[in-house]
């Protein structure tokens, strides 16, 4: 089946963060959701759903569940089972509850930098202490590595509770090899945290990448070590406005501890919608539709690469391995990542992310999943404003 990608969507006026929180005339490249309707599997499910009028409570059928077990089995190779899953209304939510259940107010919570903003405000919010492990970025080489004899003091130091994990990782795009993941998996072992892994992204891997996202959770379990996942089809399918995400465990105490601290903050409900969406989009039709979206998407990747990369040669630009999250080094020039998303915004109408709300200031994300018509403008405001800079 021909999936019309190209055809743009008018968001504008809509109330839709991503557009409606930008003035008139610019072109919004920052929050990450996708410019695209979803698949169409899942739209037509949610109008079904919606032509029968009643939108009370619910129960979330088997079905919920199979769809998440066969989506991970046949995609992922992994196959989780039924009790090991629990339901709430996102994954930033998810990383909340589990940490509230899982981590007291006077242990920490280690995390790769840059991170995504989410992970600093959940730690914070617990009232927790968070340990920053900045990821080594070599721009010579433009690779980001994890320096693990350092990575192993800090945990000896520190001793933090929970490692909170983004895989692949948002905002650099890595995608971790086994080795890596293993590495990881060992450490927790040996100094007993538990692994809370973000796996949100883990549909957006380049198809010529030549290897693929894993799932930690048996990498995990040949390590010996406790883990959490926490994941939806939100990122996807464009689907964050209907509200659902999974968190996983095999381990009984820390699933029933979640599952507890889900019901004391009453976020143990999802809407009528949401449960309908993932059972449709976890089959083999939204499978098709997700696999021409990321060939699609990483077009614009290689479009946008090549358009800076001939402006800007000696640009460092982290290479795209996972998510659909450009993350570009503007270190050379005379501002603040966040004074170059402003002058951006105000002055050539295109908004990117400074680096600073990921911890990691002198880089700029760039939100990619959009029409490519809409890439290519966005592109060429990039470079002029970038050009007047330099």
Same mark, same amino acid.
């Given at each position: ?128 202490? /968070? ?65 809370? /892994? ?174 490519? /018509? ?17």
């Amino acid at each position: 089946m021909n999936y019309n990608f190209n055809q743009e969507i008018p968001r504008r006026g809509t109330n839709c963060v991503k557009w409606d929180e930008a003035e008139e005339g610019v072109l919004p490249m920052w929050v990450a959701d996708m410019d695209f309707e979803t698949a169409p599997c899942v739209k037509a499910a949610v109008m079904r759903r919606a032509e029968h009028g009643v939108y009370a409570y619910n129960l979330i059928p088997d079905a919920f569940y199979d769809a998440i077990t066969w989506w991970n089995s046949h995609r992922h190779g992994w196959a989780p089972q039924r009790e090991w899953m629990l339901y709430t209304s996102g994954v930033v939510p998810a990383f909340s509850v589990i940490i509230q259940a899982l981590v007291h107010p006077e242990e920490s919570v280690l995390f790769f930098t840059p991170a995504y903003n989410c992970f600093f405000s959940s730690v914070r919010n617990n009232g927790s202490r /968070s340990i920053e492990f900045p990821l080594t970025w070599k721009p010579e080489a433009e690779s980001y590595t994890i320096d693990f004899e350092a990575l192993e003091q800090t945990v000896a130091r520190e001793r933090p509770r929970l490692f909170l994990f983004c895989n692949p990782h948002n905002p650099t795009g890595r995608v971790w090899t086994l080795d890596e993941l293993r590495r990881v998996a060992d450490l927790c072992h040996r100094y007993d945290m538990i692994l809370l /892994s973000d796996e949100i992204h883990c549909e957006f891997i380049d198809p010529q990448l030549g290897r693929s996202y894993l799932p930690f959770a048996p990498i995990a379990d040949a390590a010996d070590c406790q883990w959490v996942v926490a994941n939806a089809p939100n990122k996807a399918f464009n689907t964050a406005g209907l509200m659902a995400a999974y968190i996983i465990t095999r381990f009984d105490d820390l699933r029933h501890r979640i599952d507890r601290q889900i019901n004391i903050n009453e976020i143990c409900d999802i809407n009528c919608f949401s449960f309908v969406a993932l059972q449709a989009a976890y089959t083999s039709e939204g499978e098709a539709w997700l696999d021409a979206l990321v060939a699609y998407i990483y077009d614009n990747y290689r479009l946008f690469l090549r358009e800076m990369q001939s402006a800007f040669p000696a640009l460092p630009i982290a290479p795209l391995e996972g998510t659909y999250l450009a993350w570009m080094d503007v270190t050379a020039f005379p501002l603040t990542s966040n004074e170059i998303s402003d002058y951006l915004r105000k002055n050539y109408k295109v908004w990117i992310n400074g680096g600073e709300m990921y911890g990691q200031q002198g880089f700029m994300r760039i939100n990619l999943a959009t029409q490519r /018509s809409r890439v290519i403008e966005g592109t060429r405001r990039i470079i002029n404003g970038l050009k007047s800079l330099a």
